[in-house]
């Protein structure tokens, strides 16, 4: 739950912002090779491979900060790519699914799970916030305890 005074609530998956950000370095290393250390046929400009360098970085920067954050008046879902932003009197409730994202291409996890807001005009998936099995639950508990707080203090 939030401390007193607090305006904002994280709800995140520390290993999928892990392994997010392993990937992305793992690329930034490689392509930082390539600048390095070229392949001696071939003699081109570097300004793309430096762009690529920039774009990984943004991104290192952005996986960095995935999940779902809760606060007075909206409720935001931050992706690598784009985030969402709600108002937190759309967000009826908060559900734990199973897992269907990059994953696992799409298909219907058994064992991971994911957070899923239900809005007044359907649902959202959160597949950003991923955990094992029951771990899914504390992160529900927790950011439907947010939600409840959030709204009280909207009042």
């Known amino acids: 739950m939030a401390a007193p005074g607090n305006q904002r609530v994280v709800i995140a998956s520390g290993q999928y912002r892990a392994c997010a950000i392993g990937v992305l370095v793992l690329l930034a290393l490689m392509t930082l090779g ?7 046929s071939v003699d081109g400009p570097a300004w793309p491979g430096l762009f690529i360098m920039v774009l990984l970085a943004g991104m290192i920067v952005r996986a960095a900060r ?3 954050v809760i606060e007075r008046d909206e ?3 931050r992706g690598l790519l784009v985030s969402r932003r ?7 409730h908060i559900e734990v699914v199973g897992y269907s994202g990059q994953l696992n291409w799409y ?4 064992f991971l799970r994911m957070l899923r807001l239900d809005l007044r005009d359907g649902e959202r998936d959160v597949p950003m916030v991923v955990a094992l099995g029951k771990g899914a639950h504390p992160l529900q508990q927790r950011a439907n305890a947010a939600l409840i707080e959030m709204r009280t203090k909207q009042e």
């Open 66 to 68: 995935l999940g779902l």
């Open 75 to 77: 409720v935001t879902t």
């Open 86 to 92: 709600m108002s937190t009197s759309d967000v009826l």
């Open 107 to 110: 298909g219907q996890s058994r």
């Open 34 to 40: 390539g600048l390095v250390d070229p392949v001696p």
